[in-house]
């Protein structure tokens, strides 16, 4: 994938000013859009609109993937691309979809530079709009036809079978296609929930799939969000929560996700905070009746015990699996806790744990938490190829974890 000559000249000279302009112009974008397409809004999360992170992580996308055809030094985009094909399946983005994002999007952009957007310039960034676009729609395209799924209709109806009540601000339902069988899915991959809102307005969110694979049903595990800072609180989850009880149907993606439980015996670090226990409990699961023998250190924080969701489900594994050790974290009440191995107070430190020679690392939790395990564990000698992870929400740390 390359630019022509021409393009490739322009986007080097221009990628600095694109990149200074890019937030302020897909803040534009999508008002420009959202008002000439109100439909779309049933696509996009309103959430990771109205506290800025999607606009953000949209123009962080769109400029490293500039600067990755520009530069033949840049780190390989290729898993940034995986990743967002993912999210956008589990959406049912489709083709035509991308038509109206360009439109906009490259229009937002020229507003922005006024008369600094010559014709060159416009042209060169429609071409890297364009490699952009159609990388994603061949992807998205593989993985539609893979699960079997008309990206027309994206969403299956499944029932939910069962709900457990984790914590005072988590529950899992259990799921089961109305028609038809659960899809094939890696454990580790999550799912888009759609659901239709009082006001009248469709919402998808993802969550991950906290079971292994099954056959039969899928377990989703989903925490009520609370608006903390003047942020509105979760209204699809506040939504699931009062309304999703046995018998409801929901309307679910295909499993996505490319963070998956390998096949190996790689020696493997689990390392999570809060809801971040979600894809832990699925590869829990799944390793404690598959591989058990696999060596495992699961590390995770939260609250307190009470807040610790799937935390009996968890005991249980890590009791069946001889080479599995877990460690907890709790800001309040560590010392009374009922863990397999004294908790410890206040905010995970990873500095002081001893790590399994060459493990691999899958951590998933808020972003901060994540950046600040990925900088302990590298200070401890883990490669940063080593450590993989898995953002709830708009990636805002692909293309930079350092």
Not at 3 to 28: F, G, H, M, Q, R
Not at 205 to 220: E, K, W
Not at 240 to 267: K, R
Not at 357 to 365: I, N, P, R, W
């Amino acid at each position: 994938m390359k630019l022509s000559p021409a393009s490739e000249a322009v986007v080097k000279e221009t990628a600095p000013v694109v990149a200074e302009i890019a937030d302020d112009a897909t803040v534009l974008f999508y008002r420009d859009m959202f008002e000439a397409h109100p439909e779309l809004l049933n696509v996009f999360n309103e959430a990771n609109q109205a506290i800025g992170e999607q606009p953000k992580a949209l123009a962080a996308s769109v400029v490293a993937f500039a600067v990755n055809l520009i530069d033949p030094d840049a780190p390989d985009f290729a898993p940034v691309m995986q990743r967002i094909a993912h999210k956008h399946v589990s959406l049912g983005i489709s083709a035509p979809q991308y038509l109206i994002v360009g439109h906009y999007l490259l229009g937002a952009v020229a507003k922005i530079l006024g008369d600094a957007a010559t014709p060159e310039i416009a042209a060169a960034w429609d071409e890297v709009y364009w490699l952009f676009a159609t990388a994603l729609i061949a992807e998205e395209a593989r993985l539609y036809a893979e699960a079997g799924t008309d990206p027309a209709e994206p969403y299956r109806q499944y029932r939910v079978v069962e709900r457990f009540e984790e914590s005072d601000e988590v529950f899992s339902l259990l799921l089961s296609p109305v028609s038809g069988t659960v899809p094939s899915h890696r454990t580790g991959q999550y799912v888009g929930i759609a659901v239709d809102l009082p006001d009248g307005r469709r919402q998808p969110r993802q969550y991950t799939i906290s079971s292994g694979p099954r056959g039969d049903t899928l377990r989703v595990t989903i925490k009520r969000v609370r608006g903390v800072n003047g942020n509105p609180d979760g209204r699809v989850s506040g939504w699931l929560h009062e309304n999703a009880i046995p018998g409801t149907i929901l309307d679910v993606s295909q499993p996505a996700g490319d963070v998956i439980l390998d096949e190996s015996d790689t020696p493997l670090v689990l390392v999570s905070a809060g809801i971040g226990i979600t894809p832990v409990a699925a590869i829990m699961e799944d390793l404690s009746r598959r591989n058990p023998g696999r060596t495992v250190r699961l590390f995770h924080a939260d609250k307190t015990h009470s807040h610790h969701a799937l935390y009996d489900g968890l005991r249980r594994q890590v009791l069946a699996m001889p080479d599995a050790r877990a460690q907890n974290w709790y800001e309040e009440g560590a010392e009374e806790a009922p863990t397999l191995h004294p908790a410890r107070p206040g905010f995970m430190d990873l500095s002081d744990v001893e790590l399994p020679a060459e493990a691999k690392v899958f951590m998933c939790g808020p972003l901060p938490f994540m950046q600040i395990a990925r900088k302990t564990l590298m200070d401890q000698g883990v490669p940063s190829a080593s450590i993989h992870y898995e953002v709830f929400g708009p990636d805002m740390w692909a293309q930079n974890p350092n």
